[in-house]
C-alpha cells in the first residue's frame, strides 16, 4: 500500500472545526483513503472513508483533491471526546486487507 | 450487538513462557485480523484469517508466532518462548464477510502484554 504522510500533531479549540490533512501522492487509482482514530488507552475506530468523492457521515466530512493525492479530515465542531490520533490509511482492498497505520496526528483539543 | 472481545485485558509473562491472546469477533464477522502496537508507534498488521483459513500472515513474525481462527471458538494469537521486544498491545479486528460493499474493521479493545 502506498504511504501517507500526516503532521505528527495538531491542537484546536472545543467547539471549532478541525481540519486534519493528509498527503498520499502515490496513490493508485484501486486505493480507498480510509481514517481510522485512536482514543488513548483504546482499540481503534473507523471514521470514514472514500474514493474519489467528498464524503459526509455522522462523524466527519472527507475531502478528496481531485488529482487524489492529498486529502482532508474535516471535524466541524470538535469536543474533548474528539481527542485522539488519527490515521489516514491507504488500502486496495474495499478495508477488507490488512491495514497499515502509520504514526497518525495527535489531535489536541483545548477547552 | 456486543462489540470485539479480547482476554485477557492485561497480560504478565516471564522471558520464554508462552502467551496466548484471544479475540471473539463480533457477531456474524467472519473475518479476523490481529495487529501489533509497540509503545509510542503505530499499529502494525500481523495476520489476517477466515474461519479454519489463513489468508495473509505477511506482517507475521516468521519464529514463534501463531495464529488460528477455528470452526468453533475465538481466534488465538500464539506467541512461544515470548522475549521482552514482544511487549506491546495486541489488538484484533473483525470485519463482516467480505461483499461488493466496504469492509469496516472493527477493534477490540486490546491485550496488554508484558514481558518480565
Known amino acids: 500500500d502506498a504511504k501517507t504522510t500526516q503532521p505528527n500533531s495538531m491542537e484546536s479549540n472545543e467547539e471549532e472545526p478541525v481540519h486534519l490533512p493528509c498527503n498520499h501522492s502515490?496513490?493508485?487509482?484501486?486505493?480507498?483513503i480510509h481514517w481510522y482514530r485512536q482514543l488513548p488507552s483504546q482499540g481503534p475506530e473507523y471514521v470514514i472513508h472514500?474514493?474519489?468523492s467528498n464524503v459526509n457521515n455522522r462523524m466527519a466530512s472527507l475531502a478528496i483533491a481531485e488529482d487524489r493525492k492529498s486529502s482532508t479530515l474535516i471535524l466541524h465542531r470538535a469536543t474533548l471526546r474528539d481527542a485522539a490520533v488519527y490515521y489516514c490509511?491507504?488500502?486496495?482492498?474495499?478495508?477488507?486487507?490488512?491495514?497499515?497505520f502509520g504514526k497518525g496526528t495527535h489531535l489536541i483539543i483545548q477547552p | 450487538n456486543a462489540g470485539v472481545m479480547q482476554n485477557p485485558r492485561h497480560l504478565v509473562r516471564r522471558r520464554g513462557q508462552e502467551a496466548r491472546l484471544r479475540c471473539s469477533p463480533m457477531?456474524?464477522?467472519?473475518?479476523v485480523y490481529w495487529y501489533r502496537q509497540l509503545p509510542e508507534e503505530g499499529l502494525k498488521f500481523m495476520v489476517y484469517?477466515?474461519?479454519?483459513?489463513?489468508?495473509?500472515e505477511s506482517g507475521m513474525p516468521k519464529e514463534r508466532f501463531s495464529a488460528e481462527f477455528p470452526k468453533e471458538g475465538p481466534s488465538i494469537l500464539r506467541i512461544q518462548q515470548v522475549v521482552r521486544g514482544d511487549s506491546a498491545a495486541y489488538f484484533c479486528?473483525?470485519?463482516?464477510?467480505?461483499?461488493?460493499?466496504?469492509?469496516?474493521?472493527?477493534f477490540g479493545p486490546g491485550t496488554r502484554l508484558t514481558v518480565l
Open positions: 490509511i491507504l488500502e486496495s482492498g474495499g478495508g477488507a486487507d490488512g491495514l497499515t
Open positions: 472514500g474514493l474519489t
Open positions: 479486528a473483525s470485519s463482516p464477510l467480505r461483499t461488493s460493499s466496504y469492509n469496516e474493521q472493527f
Open positions: 457477531k456474524g464477522h467472519s473475518h
Open positions: 502515490t496513490i493508485s487509482g484501486t486505493d480507498y
Open positions: 484469517l477466515q474461519k479454519e483459513n489463513i489468508i495473509d
